[in-house]
């Protein structure tokens, strides 16, 4: 199974809504990774986990709050969002993140935020 | 951090010839360096990688070299065919993975 999993495929939120994007993997990966993209842009690094603890923060506002449950899940939770962040946010999984292994991605959520 | 440059940022070619696109990145501490192929709407896919201790990779159709002393690696697409046409991506990894702005391929028939 190579598959990593997204959930919801599509979200449109309110500015005062709280709401949970979803991420799944059972590669075995160690490592996992928030992106956002916005159109006609390359994704752009948010957060990355690994073996279940926050490694990187690229300087994401705090409204975004990533959380990794297990080595299996992991969660971007989203609060008082405004409509600059729609965009969509795709998870990705790797063996781990030091030495370079393949990076394998989600669908994606895409988020509107209204 | 790692910044990765890319170009060109639109590329047409026609049926069967080739595609070059080329990147550069900053930190030389990066060893790690995929191609990610995305079409519209969908989720971008490895097409082919390569580590710092290798010069050329080749995938039937898809090659990439890397000169780690100029810190640029490019991708070379040959006999190129219309299912090709999508936004290319290369990306430089040491502990994360950061993308190069992307180019647009575009194979006419």
């Known amino acids: 199974d190579t598959e990593v999993t997204q959930t919801p495929k599509h979200l449109v939120m309110g500015m005062t809504n709280k709401k949970s994007l979803k991420c799944e993997q059972h590669?075995?990966?160690?490592?996992m990774y928030w992106y956002k993209q916005k159109a006609k842009k390359p994704p752009e690094l948010m957060f990355v986990?690994?073996?279940?603890?926050?490694?990187i923060n690229e300087s994401v506002p705090s409204r975004f709050s990533p959380e990794c449950p297990n080595s299996s899940l992991l969660n971007l939770h989203l609060h008082a969002l405004q409509p600059e962040d729609s965009a969509l946010y795709l998870c990705?999984?790797?063996?781990?993140?030091?030495?370079?292994?393949?990076?394998?991605f989600g669908q994606g959520t895409r988020l509107t935020v209204v | 951090g790692e910044n990765v440059e890319q170009h060109p940022s639109t590329l047409s070619v026609q049926e069967g010839d080739s595609a070059v696109i080329k990147c550069t990145y900053s930190?030389?501490?990066?060893?790690?360096f995929p191609w990610y192929k995305q079409e519209l709407g969908k989720r971008p896919q490895l097409i082919i990688d390569?580590?710092?201790?290798?010069g050329e990779k080749k995938d039937q159709r898809i090659a990439v070299t890397l000169n780690k002393t100029a810190k640029h690696f490019s991708l070379h697409i040959t006999e190129t065919q219309p299912e090709d046409s999508a936004v290319y991506f290369c990306?430089?990894?040491?502990?994360?993975?950061?993308f190069g702005a992307g180019t647009r391929l575009t194979v006419k028939p």
């Open positions: 390569i580590r710092s201790n290798v």
């Open positions: 990705a999984s790797s063996q781990e993140h030091r030495g370079g292994t393949e990076a394998f």
């Open positions: 990306a430089a990894s040491r502990n994360d993975m950061r």
């Open positions: 930190d030389s501490a990066s060893n790690y």
């Open positions: 986990y690994s073996y279940e603890k926050l490694s």
């Open positions: 590669m075995g990966h160690r490592a």
